[in-house]
């Protein structure tokens, strides 16, 4: 029994029914913590609206949009309360806040920014690791753009709202909606969470690099890196995107007018010239790679073993990554260091493949003479049978 | 003729009288029945050729958790005719366990069990049991995915057994789970102890074939009452048509191995979880499935070891059928007993075509 949900849940009014329907889901509920642990009051007070809102008795009542953060960091920014819950839990939320876009545009005054519910829900919040939470991975970038999509809202603020569009195309939102990759990126890998910055022009590579160290390495190591920065050009960005990064695929370097390459670099030049060198070798690679495994699922499905084959092929697969991933470098000699052997070991599978087919057909050809053999013993038998039948044997 | 030199050799030292009874006056009764009794011989003639067949793997298959998947592997891939040897091995293993099961419900829909004939009952069911375990433990030896997950599903059920369960699970498994030390086992089990009990069990049953001779359903023996039943010779007439369906059964093995070769599929990981809709080898599906339907709990026990008890009720009831059908002992029609040999052939063909059609199933 508790006065403030005994008495709130019959209220006609809706919004202050609501938090009664809604606390069933709340992760503060679960920990033990109730209505009076944030809003202050009597719990015991049952009917007297005076007594249970005393201020006397700590009674906050509703916060000001403005105070959410240090309403919410009450607590959350109390490291000796919050150990009794979570000895591992951050406290500085709220610091790392007032560092945002949206802490920096709270204090100025505008209401209009998230606060703590704008992305936790109030009265139902969540745990992190609930798949129902507003900030679970795969549910975060809806949270963002309630706000962030919606043209209206962001008008005053004069910043793209296609976002969520753009990023439902790439292959990070693929890989964490439909293969479940919690680990994918989403909008606070990138921008942070309760620090939410965009990263700038010289510092987004830092950001990719959380995950794609290796590719990082050499893009530091290319002549690009120093050709980005003078033009004041992000890296990473200037040629996969940022919202939209799709899977790259090796026509990124075919030196079109519509490449990536072609935003520096003049058509015919040198450069694309190279570019179009390291394409053929990337395109030779994954055609081999492709008429390997095309021709060992034929062999597979006729019923023929090609666990080896398979597995060796599995070096040619691995030497493609290695090369796509080296094109950052943007030295020919490397990459074809990688290709050429991996090209030879991709021609090797096509044959045992084609082996396999021949063997297959041999094996079909044995069969139906075998076939042909029992055939004739059967015919033999047949008319013996017949014989020792006639001459009386059967009574 | 030099072959009668030779059999006259033999006669000079040792007694072939057996063996000319047999071949000369030993006749077969020839009914609308007659049918059935080839196939016994086919179960034979399927575990003759799991003997060759056998015996020729050993020449290359390691009994290692670390070696046996990639030993079938070369053995597939490297060695001559190696995989018409292997699936020639797993097919017939599969068509023994058909043929056997007709075996099993012919003789016991033409009570073929009843008195003289118990003991070769008795014998026949100690058989089945054996070739339902050769297939268990073979199972396992390639050490593959569906091979491992199915053994873990298997000695489980073993393990639920009531008082000796816990034991029987690390009897059979070598240890608290499927290891290598599993696989050792099963392979000791399936080349020299299964092997060695069949030799003994079926030199057995089919000594009592012989010194009794087929049995007649008893509607033809009343029948005969009438009018004599018709014979034909043991050899070469019979003899000659069990040829002509061995070699039916050896150009249906040859078109399966050659068209359909058995799959070897991935390597066993023990820390990769069961694939979605794991099930036994066809033989064992109508008991898993029966154990899928079963609830958790009925009433104060727990439902699997119902189902468990279930089946070995059962078993134990073919058994001692001869013992418990006393009619039939007498000669007399056992309708009910027919009605029940029926009801338990429609059960285990209903619960295996629900175990590959029903949802979750596939």
Request: charge should be positive; charged fraction near 20%.
């Amino acid at each position: 029994m508790h006065a403030c949900i005994d008495c709130h849940k019959g209220l006609e009014e809706e919004r202050l029914s609501r938090p009664v329907k809604k606390i069933a889901n709340d992760y503060h509920m679960v920990r033990g913590l109730k209505c009076q642990d944030c809003h202050g009051g009597d719990h015991t007070a049952f009917d007297n609206k005076e007594a249970s809102h005393s201020r006397a008795k700590g009674f906050l009542g509703k916060p000001k949009r403005q105070d959410i953060p240090a309403f919410c960091g009450k607590c959350h920014s109390d490291p000796r309360y919050m150990r009794k819950f979570n000895p591992k839990i951050r406290t500085d939320q709220v610091k790392e806040y007032y560092t945002s876009v949206h802490g920096k545009k709270l204090r100025e005054g505008d209401k209009n920014v998230a606060v703590c519910i704008s992305c936790h829900d109030v009265h139902a919040i969540r745990a992190i690791k609930d798949e129902a939470a507003w900030t679970y991975p795969i549910k975060v970038a809806e949270t963002c753009t309630r706000c962030h999509a919606d043209a209206k809202y962001m008008k005053a603020y004069k910043i793209p709202t296609d976002q969520l569009k753009n990023y439902k195309k790439s292959i990070h939102y693929e890989v964490l909606t439909k293969k479940g990759d919690i680990s994918a990126p989403t909008c606070p890998s990138c921008h942070g969470n309760h620090g939410a910055t965009p990263p700038g022009v010289d510092s987004v590579a830092n950001v990719c690099s959380n995950c794609h160290a290796a590719t990082a390495e050499l893009f530091a190591k290319s002549a690009h890196e120093e050709a980005f920065s003078d033009l004041g050009q992000p890296a990473c960005v200037t040629c996969h995107g940022n919202h939209d990064v799709l899977k790259p695929s090796d026509e990124l370097l075919a030196g079109g007018k519509d490449t990536p390459c072609a935003t520096c670099h003049e058509v015919n030049s040198s450069e694309l010239k190279k570019a179009n060198e390291i394409r053929t070798h990337l395109q030779d690679l994954a055609k081999g790679i492709d008429r390997a495994e095309a021709i060992l699922t034929r062999a597979e499905h006729a019923g023929m073993e090609v666990g080896p084959p398979r597995f060796e092929l599995i070096e040619a697969k691995d030497a493609l990554i290695k090369a796509r991933a080296e094109t950052h470098l943007v030295k020919v000699k490397r990459i074809k260091t990688l290709t050429d052997p991996a090209v030879v070991i991709a021609e090797k599978t096509v044959k045992k493949g084609q082996e396999l087919m021949v063997q297959l057909q041999f094996r079909r050809k044995w069969l139906a003479a075998s076939l042909l053999g029992i055939a004739a013993v059967l015919v033999g038998l047949f008319f013996k049978i017949r014989e020792v039948d006639r001459r009386g044997g059967s009574g | 003729m030099r072959v009668n030199r030779i059999i006259g050799w033999i006669e000079e030292r040792i007694d072939l009288s057996g063996v000319k009874h047999l071949l000369q006056e030993k006749v077969v009764p020839v009914h609308h029945h007659t049918i059935w009794y080839y196939f016994g011989g086919m179960t034979l003639f399927l575990f003759v050729i799991q003997v060759v067949t056998g015996i020729l793997l050993t020449f290359y298959y390691r009994p290692s958790a670390e070696e046996a998947y990639e030993s079938v592997q070369f053995l597939m891939t490297d060695v001559q005719f190696g995989w018409l040897v292997r699936s020639i091995h797993s097919w017939s293993a599969n068509l023994m366990v058909a043929t056997m099961m007709i075996h099993l419900f012919s003789v016991y829909l033409t009570q073929a069990y009843r008195k003289p004939r118990e003991l070769t009952w008795v014998t026949g069911m100690l058989l089945f049991g054996i070739v339902l375990t050769f297939g268990f433990s073979g199972y396992l030896l390639p050490w593959n995915v569906l091979a491992y997950f199915a053994t873990k599903v298997g000695t489980n059920v073993a393990g639920v057994v009531p008082i000796v369960g816990r034991a029987l699970l690390r009897f059979l498994r070598g240890g608290d789970d499927v290891t290598g030390a599993t696989l050792s086992r099963f392979y000791g089990l399936h080349i020299a102890i299964l092997p060695l009990l069949t030799t003994l069990i079926l030199g057995l049953h089919l000594f009592l074939v012989q010194q009794q001779g087929m049995s007649v359903p008893p509607d033809v023996e009343r029948a005969s009452a009438q009018q004599p039943i018709r014979t034909m010779p043991f050899a070469p007439n019979f003899l000659l048509r069990d040829l002509f369906g061995w070699f039916v059964a050896l150009g249906v093995l040859a078109a399966l191995a050659a068209i359909y070769p058995w799959e070897l599929g991935q390597k066993a990981d023990p820390f990769a979880s069961a694939p979605a809709g794991i099930r036994p080898e066809w033989y064992f599906v109508f008991m898993f499935q029966t154990l899928k339907y079963i609830p958790a709990r009925v009433g104060p026990f727990d439902g699997e070891v119902l189902g468990v008890m279930g089946f070995g009720i059962g078993g134990l009831f073919l058994l001692l059928v001869p013992f418990l059908d006393k009619r039939a002992a007498r000669g007399e029609p056992s309708p009910l007993f027919r009605w029940i040999g029926i009801g338990i052939i429609l059960y285990i063909a209903v619960f295996t075509a629900l175990g590959y059609l029903a949802p979750g199933g596939k």
